[in-house]
Each structure stands twice: as C-alpha cells, then as structure tokens.
C-alpha cells in the first residue's frame, strides 16, 4: 500500500468506530490488539476495507504480558458481545498479536485471552508484522511507540530482517509531564493527548529518548525512512524530533494507534 493509501484507509478507518461501514463485503476477519493501555477490536472486509472497531481502556496486558487475566478476557468478551450486535454476526475468530521479543510462552497467553473470551485465535503475530501487512512498505523500518514500549521492524525489498522491542512509550512521556508540571500521571495524560501542541516541547527529550531506542534497535543497517505508528507519535512534532535526532526522515501516519489493531486483522 502506498503511503497516500495507508492514510486514505487510516482516515475512512477512524470514521468506523462503533459504526460499520454500510456494503461491507463477506466474510469479515477480525483482530484483537491486546494493548498497555486499550483492548482493541477491529474488522475488516474480503476487500481489506476498513469496516468496524471499538475499544475499551483496559490495563490487563502489559507490554504483552497478560498481568490480569480474568479482566483482560472479559473486556475481549464484551468488545465481541458489542461488534456481534453492531454487524448483526458471531464472531468465531480472531487474530491476536504480542510485542516483538516477548517470549513464546508469554505470547501464548494472548491467545488464551481470547479462547477464554470465546473467541478462537487464528492467528498469533507479532504486533510489528501486523503493522507491516496493513502498511506493506517496501524499505525501511516500521516502528510502533505504544504505551509501554516502541517496537521496530527493518523492512527490506518487503521483507523484514529485522524485530525488536524495548522499554520506552507514552507512559514515559506521561512521567517526564508529569515532573515538570507537578501533575498526577492521569492529569499529564489527559493534557498530552488535549493539549499536545503546548507540552511538545517539553516532551521533545522523551521523543529524543524514544529516537535513541529506535537507532539502536535498528543497530547497523540503513534505512530509508522510518514509518512511525503507535498512540504515542500523536503529539504533534513527534516526527519531526525523531527525524531530526536519527538523522533519517521519519513520517507519522494520522491516526497512528490504528495501524497495528487494523494491521492484526489483516494479517
Ligand atoms: N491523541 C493522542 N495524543 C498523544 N498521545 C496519545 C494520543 N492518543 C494516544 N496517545 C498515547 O498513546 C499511547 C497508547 O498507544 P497505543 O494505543 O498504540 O498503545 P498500546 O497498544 O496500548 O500499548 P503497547 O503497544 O505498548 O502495548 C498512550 O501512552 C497514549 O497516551
Ligand atoms: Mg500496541
């Protein structure tokens, strides 16, 4: 998909949340994203058009390990109750994706979150290569700066060569706001993502600090560009510092959060 069009379907995305797209074409394949911050369910239809999601806040998971089990399959359970009445189906299955690097026996355990919701896991995938089989870049590296931690993928003539994840999110800029303005983490998060353009400049050493993480998870190779996706490069500048400090040019999609979810589905 070509950057334009990952932006066109991001957008027509966006629009779906709680509310199908009218004409959807049959059947449709689900994903699950099982993220620090939000469980998201996400559709798409046998012509990869976006056609529903929903989410619910949930801190069950974290940076793919499930810490609360029981919460984290109720919410998938509710989430499935709520798509099934919203496009009049059941939904049997679902693909499911944990961070880059979580070993195996962790990731297995997303799968049993949504087997205990009633849902069969279809696939398991890592969270970077779900974000690529929406993308489909040709090179370059497609990293993910979620809540918890920033996940990147080398991409090379389509192929990734490369997967890592590290410590490192949103939740860190939340503290670095937090600090500097005397605000509860709660309140911080609420000014970032209402009042972002204000706090960029406070939040430019975190981004710095995420671009650091990024470099070195990318390590030796070259890359052309970076595609960032993940909740956390909504602040506005993100790009623009991460591209600065890497030397690389770096592009933030518009409703970036989406990508990985949407991306599950369609893997
Ligand atoms: N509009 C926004 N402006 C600024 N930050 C935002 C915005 N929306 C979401 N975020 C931040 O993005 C982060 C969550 O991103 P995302 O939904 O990609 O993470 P996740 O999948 O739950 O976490 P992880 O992938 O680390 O498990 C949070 O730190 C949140 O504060
Ligand atoms: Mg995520």
Not at 45 to 69: Q, S, T
Not at 138 to 165: I, K, M, Y
Not at 222 to 235: E, K, S
Request: overall charge negative; aromatic content about 6%.
């Amino acid at each position: 998909m070509s950057q334009p069009e990952a932006c066109a379907f991001l957008a027509d995305a966006s629009a779906r949340l709680r509310s199908p797209a009218a004409g959807w074409l049959s059947p449709l394949s689900f994903g699950v994203d099982l993220g620090t911050a939000t469980i998201v369910i996400t559709a798409v239809d046998a012509a990869r058009r976006p056609v529903y999601w929903n989410f619910l806040p949930c801190e069950a998971v974290r940076d793919g390990v499930v810490v609360k089990f029981a919460e984290a399959a109720a919410a998938v359970r509710a989430l499935a109750r709520a798509a099934a009445d919203a496009l009049d189906l059941e939904i049997a299955e679902a693909a499911t994706a944990y961070p880059p690097g979580v070993p195996e026996a962790e990731a297995r355990a997303c799968r049993y979150v949504l087997e205990n919701a009633g849902v069969t896991c279809r696939r398991l995938v890592d969270e970077v290569s779900a974000a690529q089989a929406l993308l489909r870049i040709s090179d370059g590296a497609v990293v993910d700066v979620g809540g918890g931690s920033t996940g990147v993928g080398v991409v090379e003539h389509g192929e990734l060569v490369s997967l890592s994840d590290a410590p490192g999110g949103g939740h860190h800029l939340d503290l670095i706001l937090a600090g500097a303005l005397g605000l509860s983490i709660e309140e911080a998060e609420r000014r970032k993502r209402e009042d972002g353009a204000a706090v960029s400049a406070i939040l430019k050493p975190g981004f710095e600090r995420i671009a650091n993480s990024i470099g070195r998870q990318i390590g030796a190779r070259t890359v052309r560009a970076v595609h960032l996706v993940g909740g956390a490069v909504r602040v506005p500048n993100a790009a623009q510092v991460i591209s600065h400090y890497l030397g690389v040019s770096a592009f933030g999609y518009p409703h970036s959060e989406l990508v990985t979810p949407f991306g599950i589905a369609v893997s």
